[in-house]
């Protein structure tokens, strides 16, 4: 009964990581990273610098594969099924891979067609995040808040189910800071979930479900409730 | 339709590749400049002789093309690699060949349109005149720079992995070229000088061959390389 219970758990897990190993040359940066996350759950993931956060992150958004252990998103094996995973979630990394001589509506158009689909909604995105006024500029004379604000806006084009965020809070304003916690907490009403990277817990308070501590490549605890 | 998703991908990279070019401000114009430096230094180190010229007019095009043409396949990885945009690409879903063709198409127009330029400025320069088989040399041209484009994407993709890309990117494509340059390079030449497809036909179809087998060779590969 116990084990039926346990598999059924696992089979809503937006998230589910299982002794998740990483190495690059002789040094090890994951050593059996276990961590699971339910739908409408954020996790906040903290660690010094060097801790393994953003590798942990990387791992699941199908950028590195692990040596060792397995990881699902949505469901779906990030070394078996990437492109099944990569569909399931959203990845905000600390660069905002924008393209400099597009203009923030071309940059949001670009990947909408990448996305495959047809008609998504770009313009109500562009207001969403407070750069309705400057759709047609390019990025280049952006600021880094404004590149983080329309690469929030990239990451809620497609929908996914789960969010993997970079230190989401660095650049942004008082305004910036309440717009992503705003999206967070939609996000988790419709069911997503998200891993938030976080090297400070404030801007995030009221928004985490629960915190995790990365130290030397381990998960140092199951996980506090916040 | 998942096809039609994947076409949708192509051209999104290919229009987006050929805008973000057409507005940096020192892309094309300094690949062209470039190309037309290099048929001027060709020139004279050829002399004056009118017969030397048109004899060596066809190599030095191709060469000068592919000299120009290694450029723009590091530019066109470059632009990927600022601010991150590489990661972000391939956090779409899709083929990884999807990227490739993209890339490939974006590169053909590119190289396409420098080849003009180039052929143009060396028309005048080494007083080439436009031989009757003129259709068989534009057929030429399209797959000389077939396959020296889709070579070129696929090992400016690789090197843009690596800090030395600028010296490994020429490294690693002129030795895989040669097949390439030299059935472009014997093909043209025979065309120029009046050749009606007797010698030009064994050297296009070899090049046809090798278009064909590093045109799916890329394509399949492209996935390894690019995600390392």
């Given at each position: 009964m116990a084990a039926t219970t346990s598999l059924e758990r696992r089979r809503t897990l937006a998230v589910d990581s299982q002794a998740v190993a990483r190495r690059f040359g002789a040094r090890?940066?994951?050593?059996?990273v276990s961590l699971s996350v339910e739908s409408g759950e954020v996790v906040g993931l903290l660690g010094s610098n060097g801790s393994g956060k953003s590798t942990l992150l990387r791992v699941l958004a199908t950028l590195l594969r692990p040596n060792a252990g397995s990881a699902t998103v949505g469901g779906c094996?990030?070394?078996?099924?990437p492109d099944g995973a990569r569909r399931q979630l959203g990845f905000l990394a600390h660069?905002?891979?924008?393209?400099?001589?597009?203009?923030a509506r071309e940059n949001l158009r670009f990947a909408a067609d990448m996305l495959?689909?047809?008609?998504?909604?770009i313009e109500p995105l562009l207001d969403r995040v407070g750069l309705g006024r400057a759709?047609?500029?390019?990025?280049?004379?952006?600021s880094a808040g404004m590149q983080r604000r329309l690469a929030l806006a990239r990451l809620l084009?497609?929908?996914?189910?789960v969010l993997l965020l970079?230190?989401?809070?660095?650049?942004?304003d008082v305004e910036g800071i309440a717009l992503m916690n705003a999206v967070l907490q939609e996000h988790v009403a419709r069911g997503g979930a998200a891993i938030v990277v976080l090297h400070e817990l404030a801007p995030a308070s009221g928004i985490l479900h629960r915190t995790v501590t990365l130290e030397n490549g381990r998960l140092d605890a199951p996980g506090v409730a916040v | 339709m998942a096809w039609q998703d994947d076409w949708r991908r192509v051209r999104a990279i290919a229009w987006k590749d050929l805008t973000t070019e057409r507005r940096s401000k020192a892309g094309f114009s300094g690949v062209v400049a470039f190309g037309v430096s290099v048929l001027v230094l060709f020139g004279f180190a050829l002399g004056p002789e009118a017969a030397a010229l048109r004899d060596a007019a066809s190599g030095v095009i191709w060469l000068t093309v592919l000299f120009a043409g290694v450029l723009a396949f590091n530019r066109s990885f470059q632009v990927e690699l600022e601010s991150g945009a590489i990661e972000t690409l391939l956090l779409?879903?899709?083929?990884r060949w999807a990227i490739f063709s993209g890339k490939l198409l974006a590169n053909l127009v590119f190289v396409g349109v420098l080849l003009s330029i180039v052929i143009g400025v060396g028309i005048v320069l080494f007083q080439v005149g436009i031989p009757e088989a003129w259709p068989a040399l534009l057929g030429v041209l399209a797959l000389g720079t077939v396959g020296l484009v889709s070579l070129g994407t696929f090992y400016g993709a690789m090197a843009s992995?690596?800090?030395?890309r600028e010296v490994l990117l020429p490294l690693l494509l002129f030795p895989m070229l040669v097949p390439v340059l030299l059935a472009a390079i014997q093909a043209s030449r025979a065309l120029l000088g009046g050749?009606?497809?007797?010698?030009?036909g064994a050297w296009i179809r070899l090049l046809l061959a090798f278009d064909v087998i590093f045109l799916v060779a890329t394509h399949l590969a492209f996935g390894a390389i690019i995600e390392g």
């Open positions: 090890w940066v994951l050593r059996g094996d990030v070394v078996r099924d660069a905002p891979g924008l393209y400099d001589d597009l203009t495959g689909g047809s008609d998504r909604p759709a047609n500029d390019r990025v280049r004379g952006f084009l497609a929908s996914p189910l970079d230190e989401p809070y660095s650049n942004l | 779409y879903p899709g083929p992995r690596s800090r030395a050749d009606v497809m007797t010698e030009a």
